[in-house]
T-cell receptor, first 115, second 113 residues
Framework: AQSVTQLGSHVSVSEGALVLLRCNYSSSVPPYLFWYVQYPNQGLQLLLKYTSAATLVKGINGFEAEFKKSETSFHLTKPSAHMSDAAEYFCAVSGPTSGTYKYIFGTGTRLKVLA | DAGVTQSPTHLIKTRGQQVTLRCSPKSGHDTVSWYQQALGQGPQFIFQYYEEEERQRGNFPDRFSGHQFPNYSSELNVNALLLGDSALYLC????????????FGPGTRLLVL
């Protein structure tokens, strides 16, 4: 069965510092992987997705993630944190086998950006 | 182009009551999924509808049921509400392809007293 583990329920970084949010997945074959961001009292917004076209995926707002099959990881990074990046971030896995349409989400990482 | 919309935004019910939540998908999307997000948790998959049929279901009891209409909009019904049903209910829409991006609505926050 597929699963997602997000290490660190809370991460704090200084403004301008590197952001690193960790995601490890469990799947028998390389799945589709997603990072979503959730601001307070809002739904989820897609940051980026991995669909096997390229291992380094660039998303919105300066975020990127690298798919590493050997480590079963899909960590999210941003070179320089901005105050507006403070939010909750979710990693999700889906597919690729036929009929596996649902997303399985991690428990989330709340990012705090310090001035 | 309107995104995914949900109604109502907030709802307060008492134990044992029934509730109906509504979702309109993003224009062009034909597949709707529902998720439950408890406080401090990630979203949990409830079920997905395609061609007016429930196609896939998560680990939720039969108290949770749904419907999809010919215009692809959807409803989530929860019967015999429990305190533990208090959560943010998210609707997501997509095209009918594995791995397609799901676009989420703002959610309906349900409080059961």
């Amino acid at each position: 069965a597929q699963s997602v583990t997000q290490l660190g329920s809370h991460v704090s970084v200084s403004e301008g510092a590197l952001v690193l949010l960790r995601c490890n997945y469990s799947s028998s074959v390389p799945p589709y992987l997603f990072w979503y961001v959730q601001y307070p009292n809002q739904g989820l917004q897609l940051l980026l997705k991995y669909t096997s076209a390229a291992t380094l995926v660039k998303g919105i707002n300066g975020f990127e993630a690298e798919f590493k099959k050997s480590e079963t990881s899909f960590h999210l990074t941003k070179p320089s944190a901005h105050m507006s990046d403070a939010a909750e971030y979710f990693c999700a896995v889906s597919g690729p086998t036929s009929g596996t349409y649902k997303y399985i989400f991690g428990t989330g990482t709340r990012l705090k950006v310090l001035a | 182009d309107a995104g995914v919309t949900q109604s109502p935004t907030h709802l307060i019910k008492t134990r044992g009551q029934q509730v109906t939540l509504r979702c309109s998908p993003k224009s062009g999307h034909d597949t709707v999924s529902w998720y439950q997000q408890a406080l401090g948790q990630g979203p949990q998959f409830i079920f997905q509808y395609y061609e007016e049929e429930e196609r896939q279901r998560g680990n939720f009891p039969d108290r949770f049921s749904g419907h999809q209409f010919p215009n692809y909009s959807s409803e989530l019904n929860v019967n015999a509400l429990l305190l533990g049903d208090s959560a943010l209910y998210l609707c997501a829409s997509t095209y009918d392809r594995v791995g397609e991006t799901q676009y989420f609505g703002p959610g309906t926050r349900l409080l059961v007293l």
